[in-house]
């Protein structure tokens, strides 16, 4: 027999949930507060009021575009919160982008990707017509390779998307990783493809980047990559790991997959390969660049798309001259050999996109900022509070955890050539962002992972506070003039029983949610009448309290 921690909060699974229509209310205004260091918030928001929460007279008129948690469903709501058009494939979906011709183009999770277990996986896209029928199945999910959390449109009709490649344990280390920090399965960097669609199925890599090819280490000189981190700022340091925790056992992880945490491909071994967790990719086109989300390095990093595949091989090439190394960093210059604890501005952040031309904040960066730590924290993140949680409301006094979440928009600096500009002290700046929405009460806006923000063309910004399936608009001057918390979450399974992405007790999230105003091309000449019979509301109910457990046989 062996003694461990059961997680106290294994009855998730196990609660009821009912579907009701419950009655529509409006949310009371909140005050500004000021918190108590024993003052308790919710992480997971499971019992708040869900639905319409606020409309003012000063919401973009238009409609948004949401997807349920758990489901195979795109909904896109008006702002009084109804549905007004639904598509429903088969496979979960991660995200989706709306064409202007009505097309819908989605990522979704193949029912078999065997490697990549981590969040945010996919290996499917699909791109269906108004009426849901699919016109393009592209599957790129294999052993070896995998796409995940996000694609981008170009307007030549090619795709974007984030693709893991997997490395065996020894190419990694011959590679310069640290050993202490190298799974028995190998690591995951990652790579970025363009794909040009072809055919019912078809679809021709036509562009690629590999992080691969771009790393620096300074922990073995008889290894590859090695390099002094401070001289070499544009390639990306192979040591950067998260906080390190006790090895976890297989009950462990037979319980994380049975409570909803961990799909159900992952092992002891592959714990931690993915190592970056890359979630967002967008594309400027009038530089020809791409940025990337990076969370576990908390930083964004920019990219020359002017290249050919053989130079964004190298350090040499494309209109800037650094090939396929980092045109582009910012968030966390200690990556890179500069600065300190002190300089660094992201915190596992997600979304990262150009303000579009025409809108105000034009080419500037907006990124969510999730998981801004706070220095009187008395545990190292929220996950460590949800392990210890004996409800699935999971809750904790800020003075305990006391992190925030902040939207940033932001401008690179840059030469009179339009170059990144490397200051002399050798990091990138701002110093930091030109415009920030955060909670006026600090604690209220939390959360610590997925989530989004874009500009609108009136200039407000429409945010996802994502982990409670929060939506807001605000206006420049941060006043929140519409605000809807989803309500939906269809308890999508894979074949196997297990869950397509591990969301755990946040039932109710949101990876991201995208405004359209009225006259956007492709609601012209479409019913947008909301639904005649609605979606049911998932309605959760609270399990009874955990009963403590030390062993299981």
Same mark, same amino acid.
């Given at each position: $027999?062996?003694?461990?921690?059961?997680? &106290?909060?294994?009855?998730?699974?196990?609660?009821?949930?009912?579907?009701?229509?419950?009655?529509?209310?409006?949310?009371?205004?909140?005050?500004?507060?000021?918190?108590?260091?024993?003052?308790?918030?919710?992480?997971?928001?499971? +019992?708040?009021?869900? !639905?319409?929460?606020?409309?003012?007279?000063?919401?973009?008129?238009?409609?948004?575009?949401?997807?349920?948690?758990?489901?195979?469903?795109?909904?896109?709501? %008006?702002?009084? *919160?109804?549905?007004?058009?639904?598509?429903?494939?088969?496979?979960?979906?991660?995200?989706?982008?709306?064409?202007? @011709?009505?097309?819908?183009?989605?990522?979704?999770?193949?029912?078999?990707?065997?490697?990549?277990?981590?969040? !945010? =996986?996919?290996?499917?896209?699909?791109?269906?017509?108004?009426?849901?029928?699919?016109?393009?199945?592209?599957?790129?999910?294999?052993?070896?390779?995998?796409?995940?959390?996000?694609?981008?449109?170009?307007?030549?009709?090619?795709?974007? #998307?984030? &693709?893991?490649?997997?490395?065996?344990?020894?190419?990694?280390?011959?590679? /310069?990783?640290?050993?202490?920090?190298?799974?028995?399965?190998?690591?995951?960097?990652?790579?970025?493809?363009?794909?040009?669609?072809?055919?019912?199925?078809? !679809?021709?890599?036509?562009?690629?980047?590999?992080?691969?090819?771009?790393?620096? =280490?300074?922990?073995?000189?008889?290894?590859?990559?090695?390099?002094?981190?401070?001289?070499?700022?544009?390639?990306?340091?192979?040591?950067?790991?998260?906080?390190?925790?006790?090895?976890?056992?297989?009950?462990?992880?037979?319980? !994380?997959?049975?409570?909803?945490? $961990? +799909?159900?491909?992952?092992?002891?071994? %592959? =714990?931690?390969?993915?190592?970056?967790?890359? %979630?967002?990719?967008?594309?400027?086109?009038?530089?020809?660049?791409?940025?990337?989300?990076?969370? #576990?390095?908390?930083?964004?990093?920019?990219?020359?798309?002017?290249?050919?595949?053989?130079?964004?091989?190298?350090?040499?090439? *494309?209109?800037?001259?650094?090939?396929?190394?980092?045109?582009?960093?910012?968030?966390?210059?200690?990556?890179?050999?500069?600065?300190?604890?002190?300089?660094?501005?992201?915190?596992?952040?997600?979304?990262?996109?150009?303000?579009?031309?025409?809108?105000?904040?034009?080419?500037?960066?907006?990124?969510?900022?999730?998981?801004?730590?706070?220095?009187?924290?008395?545990?190292?993140?929220?996950?460590?509070?949800?392990?210890?949680?004996?409800?699935?409301?999971?809750?904790?006094?800020?003075?305990?955890? /006391? @992190?925030?979440?902040?939207?940033?928009?932001?401008?690179?600096?840059?030469?009179?050539?339009?170059?990144?500009?490397?200051?002399?002290?050798?990091?990138?700046?701002?110093?930091?962002?030109?415009?920030?929405?955060?909670?006026?009460?600090?604690? &209220?806006?939390?959360?610590?992972?997925?989530? *989004?923000?874009?500009? $609108?063309?009136? *200039?407000?910004?429409?945010?996802?506070?994502?982990?409670? /399936?929060?939506?807001?608009?605000?206006?420049?001057?941060?006043?929140?003039?519409?605000?809807?918390? @989803?309500?939906?979450?269809?308890?999508?399974? $894979?074949?196997?029983?297990?869950? #397509?992405?591990?969301?755990?007790?946040?039932?109710?999230?949101?990876?991201?949610?995208?405004?359209?105003?009225?006259?956007?091309?492709?609601?012209?000449?479409?019913?947008?009448?909301?639904? &005649?019979?609605?979606?049911?509301?998932?309605?959760?109910?609270?399990?009874?309290?955990?009963? #403590? =457990?030390?062993?299981?046989?």
């Amino acid at each position: $027999m062996h003694k461990y921690i059961v997680f &106290s909060f294994i009855l998730l699974f196990f609660f009821s949930c009912k579907e009701e229509k419950p009655e529509p209310q409006l949310a009371e205004k909140i005050e500004v507060r000021e918190w108590k260091p024993e003052d308790t918030r919710s992480l997971t928001g499971l +019992t708040v009021k869900r !639905g319409l929460k606020e409309k003012t007279a000063l919401a973009t008129p238009g409609y948004v575009m949401i997807q349920p948690p758990e489901s195979t469903k795109t909904h896109i709501i %008006n702002l009084d *919160g109804k549905v007004i058009h639904t598509w429903e494939g088969e496979l979960a979906v991660v995200n989706q982008y709306l064409k202007e @011709n009505g097309n819908l183009v989605r990522l979704e999770v193949d029912t078999d990707f065997p490697t990549f277990a981590a969040g !945010g =996986q996919a290996g499917r896209i699909r791109e269906y017509d108004w009426d849901g029928n699919i016109l393009w199945d592209f599957e790129w999910a294999d052993e070896d390779e995998l796409i995940h959390h996000d694609i981008e449109l170009l307007a030549n009709g090619n795709i974007l #998307a984030i &693709s893991y490649e997997a490395k065996s344990q020894k190419e990694v280390i011959e590679a /310069g990783r640290d050993p202490k920090h190298v799974s028995k399965a190998g690591l995951w960097p990652d790579k970025i493809i363009e794909i040009k669609p072809s055919g019912p199925t078809g !679809g021709e890599i036509v562009w690629e980047w590999h992080m691969w090819d771009h790393l620096v =280490q300074d922990h073995d000189p008889t290894k590859n990559n090695y390099g002094i981190l401070a001289e070499n700022p544009r390639k990306i340091n192979f040591n950067v790991h998260g906080p390190e925790f006790p090895p976890m056992t297989e009950e462990q992880v037979q319980q !994380g997959i049975k409570m909803g945490m $961990m +799909t159900g491909n992952a092992t002891v071994d %592959n =714990q931690h390969s993915d190592f970056t967790h890359t %979630n967002a990719i967008a594309y400027n086109a009038e530089l020809d660049q791409i940025v990337i989300s990076v969370p #576990a390095y908390s930083e964004i990093m920019i990219i020359d798309h002017g290249t050919t595949i053989e130079e964004a091989k190298g350090s040499t090439g *494309g209109r800037w001259g650094h090939g396929g190394d980092l045109l582009y960093r910012w968030g966390n210059p200690v990556n890179y050999g500069k600065g300190s604890k002190a300089d660094r501005k992201l915190f596992f952040e997600h979304d990262i996109k150009w303000i579009p031309k025409g809108y105000p904040g034009e080419g500037h960066l907006m990124v969510f900022n999730n998981d801004i730590e706070h220095p009187d924290n008395k545990v190292p993140s929220m996950w460590a509070v949800l392990m210890t949680s004996k409800s699935p409301e999971v809750e904790a006094p800020v003075g305990v955890l /006391g @992190n925030h979440s902040a939207v940033f928009e932001f401008v690179p600096p840059t030469n009179s050539e339009g170059a990144y500009i490397l200051e002399e002290e050798g990091t990138f700046g701002p110093e930091g962002p030109l415009w920030t929405y955060t909670s006026p009460d600090k604690y &209220s806006f939390y959360s610590a992972f997925v989530s *989004g923000a874009h500009r $609108m063309k009136n *200039g407000n910004t429409l945010i996802t506070s994502g982990a409670k /399936g929060r939506l807001m608009e605000v206006t420049p001057d941060q006043k929140i003039v519409w605000e809807y918390w @989803n309500p939906y979450n269809d308890q999508y399974r $894979m074949p196997d029983g297990t869950v #397509a992405s591990p969301i755990g007790p946040f039932k109710y999230m949101q990876y991201r949610a995208t405004h359209f105003t009225e006259d956007f091309p492709a609601f012209e000449g479409k019913d947008l009448a909301p639904l &005649s019979e609605q979606p049911k509301p998932f309605i959760f109910k609270m399990p009874p309290p955990a009963v #403590a =457990q030390d062993s299981i046989q």
